[in-house]
């Protein structure tokens, strides 16, 4: 498991995959950041448990601030069919 000083990133958070891995993140303690183009929906799901960066995969700003002292990243969408 990450440190909990060490924020893990989650890409697709809000997701079917990305929800039970956060979850499960949150359960085993780990500083979670998310990066949602949803925040209200992120925040209904999480509540106050993990930190939310507004933005997506197509804007440089909010990649830098999602990225920004991340130690892990996971990237939870599903494989292309």
Do not use: Q, W
């Not at 995959?17 to 780990?30: D, E, Q, V």
């Not at 939870?76 to 069919?81: I, T, V, W």
């Amino acid at each position: 498991m990450a440190s909990p000083s060490k924020k893990v990133l989650i890409l697709g958070g809000t997701g079917h995959y990305g929800r039970n891995i956060t979850r499960s993140l949150i359960r085993h303690g780990a500083n979670v950041r998310l990066l949602t183009r949803n925040s209200e929906n992120a925040r209904r799901l999480f509540g106050d448990k993990i930190e939310i960066v507004s933005g997506d995969m197509e804007d440089h700003r909010s990649l830098e601030a999602a990225f920004r002292d991340v130690g892990r990243i996971i990237y939870a969408y599903p494989p292309c069919r």
